[in-house]
């Protein structure tokens, strides 16, 4: 399957972009393998590698390669405007990645546009990040998503009261919440109120019960993936039995492990899916992923796995060496992904985005599944 995985990535290379100088050329990797969302950011560092590995195995760039040169930040922005300088201050580094909070990418952007560096962003869901033709992020914005799969449930489920579970110190999950209840509201579903916790938080037993004293016909948590693990267990623990929305977060692998029967039913929006793929290159992907690292990719992986093969692309269509304004010059102008893993994306202003919308929940068996409606 990694032999498929080159093969594709060669017949995919545009025709007309050649020319691009023989070398290693250097992406700083700002990793997020430490501290509370450790498990997402390993995700993102290892689909990052993968990718790296396919693009010089595939000869995709001819007598050139992408070094990855990470400097972990355990989500921490200062820690993270320092790893961007040391990035900066190399004039070796092409390119830099980064980011799972919003916050944090938008730390960088100043840093970033200032030195006229090229930032590529891998995790931070808010809307607005990119900048042309510094700043590109290549998270499927999830807000959307959110949207269309609150409506789709409460179109099978009826319900007439909705209750929201929020991570209040999160600006982009507060964006998204209030984005989502817009729209169920317009449709007739009144707000019975919202319950806000901490991203830090560890026991939501009292968040738990708040909501359920609300009375709500469906909950629906935004919150970041330990907050909203531990919300929905509450939840479980506590016996609400009616319908509970959750979001992206749910999706890797690890929160089946650690919630088990808690996740199980539970509808959550996603752009990628190891068990629901369909293109050559999204099982050439998934294959090669479950090789290397012996567990299957999510998401986030699939995120960290487009950021190298976006910024491949935008060194393919260089003649010569590479510099950071001709990269950022390169990246600028590209509409379509030639190689990618989602049946469809494209770059719109500097964003990643994809059509349509999976909704989906995790099966008894620990396998993502299509969500269907209770009965």
């Known amino acids: 399957m990694f032999a498929a995985l080159i093969a594709l990535a060669v017949q995919g290379a545009p025709a007309s972009a050649q020319g691009l100088a023989a070398g290693e050329y ?42 990855l040169d990470p400097k972990e930040s355990g989500s921490d922005a200062a820690r993270a405007i320092q790893n961007t300088n040391q990035f900066i201050a190399d004039r070796s580094v092409l390119a830099i990645s980064c980011c799972i909070l919003s916050p944090v990418a938008g730390s960088l952007k100043p840093i970033v546009t200032e030195a006229k560096t090229p930032l590529v962003i ?58 989502t209840r817009t729209a169920l509201e317009a449709k007739g579903v009144a707000t019975a109120g919202v319950v806000n916790v901490l991203t830090k938080d560890t026991d939501f037993t009292a968040a738990a019960t708040q909501a359920m ?22 939840l479980h623990d506590r016996g609400y039995a009616k319908t509970i929305v959750g979001n992206d977060v749910l999706s890797p692998a690890p929160i089946f492990k650690k919630m088990g029967d808690s996740v199980v039913g539970v509808p959550f929006p996603v ?22 690292f012996n567990a299957p990719p999510d998401i986030y992986s699939a995120q960290g796995y487009q950021v190298i093969w ?32 989602y049946g469809g994306e494209v770059m719109k202003d500097g964003q990643a985005e994809t059509t349509g919308t999976l909704v989906v929940a995790w099966s008894a068996d620990g396998k993502i599944v299509p969500w269907t409606p209770p009965k």
């Open 271 to 292: 752009s990628f899916s190891d068990s629901i793929v369909e293109s050559a290159e999204a099982k050439a992907f998934v294959a090669a992923y479950q090789k290397k």
């Open 213 to 234: 004293g609300l009375k709500p016909d469906v909950i629906l948590v935004y919150a970041t993936q330990g907050a909203a693990a531990g919300a929905i267990t509450a």
């Open 26 to 67: 250097k992406v700083g990797f700002i990793t997020e393998n430490t501290g509370a969302i450790a498990s997402a950011g390993q995700s993102y560092w290892n689909g990052a590698q993968l990718a790296a590995e396919e693009v010089k195995a595939s000869k995709y760039l001819g007598g050139a390669s992408i070094v």
């Open 122 to 179: 891998f995790g931070a869901t808010a809307a607005g990040l990119p900048q042309l033709p510094w700043i590109y992020s290549m998270t499927i914005l999830p807000g959307p998503k959110d949207t269309a799969t609150a409506v789709k449930v409460v179109d099978a489920v009826k319900p007439k009261t909705a209750a929201y579970i929020l991570a209040a110190d999160n600006d982009a999950f507060k964006g998204r919440m209030n984005a």
């Open 310 to 341: 976006f910024i491949a692309q935008g060194l393919k269509s260089i003649s010569g060496a590479p510099t950071r304004e001709s990269l950022a010059t390169a990246l600028s102008k590209v509409s379509k992904i030639d190689h990618q893993v």
